[in-house]
C-alpha cells in the first residue's frame, strides 16, 4: 500500500495512459511541477483478451510532467487533492 510507480517527464504535455498488461486497479494522479492536477480514482484493469484498440485511455486534464500510479484507493486514503503539492527527492 506504500509503493507505487513514478513517471517523470522532461517537459509538461498532455499525457495518455492506458492499462494495457495491468492486473490490478489502480489511482492515477497526474502533476505538473510538483502539484496535483488531477486523480483518476479506482481505474479498472481490462478484462482478459481485450484488445488494445478497445483499451480504455486516460487523458491527464491539462499538460503534466509527471505522473504517479497508486494502488487503487490509496490516493483518498492520503488525502491527494487537486491543488496539493507532492515532491519528489528524485529531482
Same mark, same amino acid.
Given at each position: 500500500p506504500d509503493e507505487g510507480m513514478v513517471f517523470?517527464?522532461?517537459? #509538461? $504535455?498532455? $499525457?495518455?495512459?492506458?492499462?494495457?498488461?495491468?492486473?490490478?486497479?489502480?489511482?492515477?494522479?497526474?502533476?505538473?511541477?510538483g502539484v496535483v492536477l488531477g486523480i483518476e480514482f479506482n481505474v479498472s484493469p481490462p478484462q482478459p483478451g481485450t484488445a488494445d484498440g478497445a483499451l480504455a485511455r486516460y487523458h491527464s486534464p491539462g499538460p503534466?510532467?509527471?505522473?504517479?500510479?497508486? #494502488?487503487? =484507493? $490509496?490516493?483518498?486514503?492520503? =488525502?491527494?487533492?487537486? =491543488?496539493?503539492r507532492v515532491d519528489f527527492p528524485l529531482r
Open positions: 517523470l517527464f522532461p517537459d #509538461a $504535455r498532455q $499525457r495518455v495512459f492506458w492499462m494495457k498488461d495491468m492486473l490490478i486497479p489502480i489511482d492515477i494522479v497526474w502533476l505538473s511541477e503534466v510532467d509527471a505522473v504517479i500510479e497508486l #494502488a487503487a =484507493g $490509496r490516493a483518498a486514503h492520503i =488525502g491527494l487533492v487537486p =491543488g496539493q
